[in-house]
């Protein structure tokens, strides 16, 4: 029996291609597992909380999230007259979180200085047996910073339930996330239990420490919140903002991501822990393949789009 060491420059990063781009002060990279964002900064400092090459990606930093953002109550869910049963990526609370296509590889289509294009190509997965083909566009702009848009298509021969989201985490700067001022036009939240499911209709956000609707710093407020009842710009779109040490980090999405999920990075350990927010737009709320939710659905050779996008201001 033989056996062959890989040399250095055979050596592969566990997040695979690096899809570096760059327009203006905007500088980010997209990864070819799960078409995620590895990085953002902007005039050399960071906007998206990022992480190594060769790490995986963190508390779902940066991720994708199809064909489902969140979870899936124990990965148990019915369709079409016919009972599904995914895999329970979150096994600590028995249930399936963030979709199928994060840890698959990502075909590039286009690139260009400012610009890629990335595809997981359909096919089915255990729980999942529907061809939808899932095409992610990463664009920096001088002027505007990041855009992400994210189209599924239905390649199939049935209906397909659909949902997307994805997951950054933000940063404001170097001063404690105590002290950064947060601003979210959400008028509604979903109560959730300890396993991240819901158990009613989203409530009045008013009165509850989870109203950023006037802005105000974070404090020793804990939030991992799916919020709702967004008030949108005249073209459509939703704003959360950051702020700190004259620093502004904006996040917004376009029509059709009805929902945000919230996170202070609590539960995130080590150097990570409370040191970015993140603000993850979403197309439906947590558990959407069982309540029907804001769900989706894809005739066979329909398609989709949605975008989000953020960028940075330093006074």
């Given at each position: ?210 109203d950023f609707r006037a802005p105000h710093p974070i404090g020793d407020t804990v939030l991992d919140h799916a919020l709702t009842g967004l008030n949108r710009a005249a073209d459509g779109r939703v704003w959360a903002h950051l702020r700190a040490g004259g620093r502004q980090v904006s996040m917004w999405a376009g029509p059709g991501h009805g929902w945000l999920q919230v996170f202070t990075s609590d539960t995130l350990h080590g150097e990570r822990h409370r040191k970015a927010v993140a603000v ?36």
């Amino acid at each position: 029996m033989t056996s062959t060491k890989l040399g250095v420059q055979q050596a592969v990063l566990v997040t695979g291609e690096q899809y570096e781009l760059a327009a203006g002060d905007y500088r980010a990279v997209v990864t070819g597992l799960g078409a995620g964002l590895r990085e953002l900064s902007y005039a050399g400092q960071p906007v998206a909380y990022g992480y190594e090459p060769d790490e995986l990606p963190p508390g779902a930093a940066g991720q994708l999230l199809a064909p489902w953002p969140n979870r899936v109550d124990h990965g148990q869910y019915e369709f079409g007259g016919a009972h599904y049963q995914l895999d329970l990526s979150e096994p600590k609370n028995g249930n399936a979180i963030h979709g199928l296509t994060r840890w698959a590889r990502w075909e590039p289509v286009q690139q260009e200085a400012d610009r890629v294009l990335l595809r997981h190509r359909p096919h089915g997965y255990t729980g999942y047996p529907f061809s939808v083909q899932v095409d992610a566009e990463y664009r920096l702009s001088a002027g505007g910073g990041l855009q992400v848009t994210v189209s599924a298509a239905n390649r199939g021969t049935r209906p397909a339930p659909y949902g997307t989201g994805q997951h950054p985490y933000f940063t404001a700067g170097s001063a404690p996330l105590e002290e950064w001022e947060l601003e979210l036009p959400a008028a509604r939240w979903l109560p959730l239990d300890s396993r991240g499911i819901p158990t009613g209709p989203a409530q009045d956000i008013g009165g509850t420490p989870c109203d950023f609707r006037a802005p105000h710093p974070i404090g020793d407020t804990v939030l991992d919140h799916a919020l709702t009842g967004l008030n949108r710009a005249a073209d459509g779109r939703v704003w959360a903002h950051l702020r700190a040490g004259g620093r502004q980090v904006s996040m917004w999405a376009g029509p059709g991501h009805g929902w945000l999920q919230v996170f202070t990075s609590d539960t995130l350990h080590g150097e990570r822990h409370r040191k970015a927010v993140a603000v993850e737009p979403m197309t439906c709320p947590p558990n959407a393949f069982v309540t029907g939710d804001d769900l989706i659905v894809l005739a066979p050779g329909e398609s989709v789009t949605h975008t989000w996008g953020a960028e940075a201001r330093v006074s």
